[in-house]
């Protein structure tokens, strides 16, 4: 007797899934162990299920096709390792530690503008040094790592100089410039809720003074950067982050002169307060400079196809990309270079920091060529096709709030997020027409929730955090039940976003 094609397909895709539920939820495997995990039970699948599909060659092909999640991933190491050893991070710090005398202004400052400046090239490399200066400020370790996680989780969207957007481009076959708007509108009531959540969790007395003041200027900022260049200036969406913070530092500075808060003595003249900036400032100019004609067009020509198979093309430039851009400032870094030895400053020169930067990464980079291949197998066998299709038959209403949910909890169990959202966004171009709704609003959302809202709950992150915050085993089932009251409010909250879009969209 023959499988109904939608029973076999949403079968054979769960189990993979569940294998990722299990390993990475219930035995707490790390990510590269649960990827392979998952990797050969789909294996074991298209065998059994789908032998007409290739492994090998949808797996490579998945990976080429994620080549720029690859090379803002490398990138992204190298410049964490650049940026540090050169102590332009360390003065950064110390620019910003010099602001406030209050514990929770340098909380703010060190989360707000770090979190932004340093998580626009690579969102990993904030961690070390957020929570553990949070908690050098005299909050409790597994208060600085939730805390963080949680304020950091709206950002996530927009980190790796909008790694998530490129990943959707490649499983949409959009142009990323549609999916700005959706993504930045998302974003903005996430902004406040975790900005609040952020000061809950460190348990912060918003009823003295300045606190409350400091915050909602510190949310506003960050708002203030997502729509100028979302919604205003979308053709400049790879400066999210890195406006969202200069305005945070702008909003928090004015106010503290204005209110002539005490503030710390830094002794570094005007040009030591510019050198950690300046690298950025290039970077910044370098991404300008590339959409000015005639180079815009130079650039565009230096672009390739290479097919692979009976697949789709996949076009490369790699020159034109978020991976070049981090490169860049990596490396112009070396020009700023701080010669008078900063603390926990490494003595480095850039070849030895490429090669520690790639070895760095090694695993992140294994975990995603596994996520990827998965994704791959499910792609050439229809498994994630049948899966949307199953999805679709709910209605466009109940279809977007079931999505945001599918997202928030794939963005949980996959070991990154950089397949989930490949899978997600691949799923929803045999499903927009079904439901009626634009495709860039139902890949929006997918991006959106499983990069930002599932991230501060992932065991693997919530155990590397713990650690760097120094807080005890004991402390990480609080760091979770912690976390999830606040992504669910922020999923409730998408939610409702989603339903008005589709109201206002059917």
Same mark, same amino acid.
């Given at each position: ?43 074991? @699948? ?53 602001? %406030? ?22 969102? %990993? ?24 996680? @949680? ?6 969207? %927009? ?13 949409s076959h959009l142009p990323i410039i549609d ?18 959540? %952020?000061?809950? $969790? ?30 205003? $200036? ?49 970077? $910044? ?25 009976s697949f789709r093309a996949v076009n490369i ?37 490429? @090669? ?18 998965? &994704? ?10 049948? @899966? ?9 209403l109940a279809y977007g709030g079931v999505l ?30 079904? &439901? ?71």
């Amino acid at each position: 007797m023959s499988i109904d094609a939608d029973v076999l397909g949403t079968a054979t895709f769960l189990l993979p899934v569940i294998t990722l539920f299990v390993g990475f939820l219930i035995l707490k495997w790390d990510a590269l162990k649960v990827s392979a995990a998952a990797w050969i039970v789909e294996v074991i @699948v298209v065998l059994a299920a789908y032998p007409e599909a290739s492994i090998i060659r949808s797996t490579i092909w998945a990976n080429v096709d994620l080549w720029t999640g690859f090379a803002v991933l490398w990138t992204g190491f190298i410049f964490r390792q650049m940026y540090t050893n050169t102590g332009l991070l360390q003065r950064l710090v110390n620019i910003l530690d010099s602001l %406030f005398k209050s514990s929770w202004g340098k909380a703010l400052t060190l989360s707000g503008v770090v979190g932004g400046l340093i998580g626009a090239f690579n969102g %990993f490399a904030t961690y070390p040094v957020t929570i553990a200066g949070i908690k050098e400020l005299g909050y409790k370790g597994w208060r600085a790592a939730t805390g963080y996680l @949680v304020f950091f989780s709206a950002s996530l969207a %927009f980190v790796s100089l909008w790694i998530a957007a490129h990943i959707a481009e490649v499983g949409s076959h959009l142009p990323i410039i549609d999916l700005v708007p959706y993504m930045g509108v998302f974003s903005i009531p996430l902004t406040f809720l975790s900005a609040f959540g %952020f000061a809950y $969790i460190l348990q912060v007395n918003l009823r003295e003074e300045h606190n409350l003041a400091l915050l909602i200027l510190t949310a506003l900022g960050s708002v203030t950067g997502i729509v100028i260049f979302t919604l205003i $200036i979308p053709s400049l969406y790879l400066l999210t982050l890195i406006g969202s913070s200069m305005f945070i530092l702008l909003y928090l500075v004015a106010y503290s002169r204005a209110k002539k808060l005490e503030r710390e003595k830094l002794g570094v003249s005007a040009g030591g307060i510019i050198q950690p900036f300046a690298p950025i400032i290039i970077g $910044i100019l370098v991404i300008l400079l590339w959409k000015i004609e005639p180079i815009a067009g130079i650039i565009a020509k230096a672009e390739f196809t290479l097919n692979l198979w009976s697949f789709r093309a996949v076009n490369i430039n790699l020159i034109d990309n978020p991976g070049f851009f981090i490169l860049v400032i990596a490396l112009v870094s070396y020009l700023f270079k701080i010669h008078s030895k900063e603390p926990n400053q490494k003595s480095s020169n850039p070849i030895k920091d490429i @090669v520690s930067g790639t070895k760095m990464g090694g695993r992140t980079l294994a975990t995603l060529f596994l996520g990827g291949g998965l &994704v791959g197998m499910m792609l050439s066998t229809g498994q994630i096709a049948t @899966v949307g299709h199953v999805m679709s038959n709910l209605g466009s209403l109940a279809y977007g709030g079931v999505l945001a949910l599918f997202s928030f909890i794939s963005g949980i169990v996959f070991a990154q997020g950089i397949p989930a959202d490949l899978m997600l966004s691949s799923m929803q171009v045999g499903v927009s027409v079904a &439901v009626g709704l634009p495709l860039a609003f139902i890949v929006a959302i997918a991006a959106t929730v499983v990069m930002g809202p599932a991230n501060p709950l992932k065991p693997s992150l919530l155990s590397y955090t713990a650690k760097v915050a120094g807080a005890p085993e004991e402390d990480h089932p609080q760091m979770f039940r912690t976390a999830l009251l606040w992504q669910i409010a922020a999923l409730i909250i998408i939610v409702v976003e989603v339903a008005i879009g589709v109201i206002f969209f059917v």
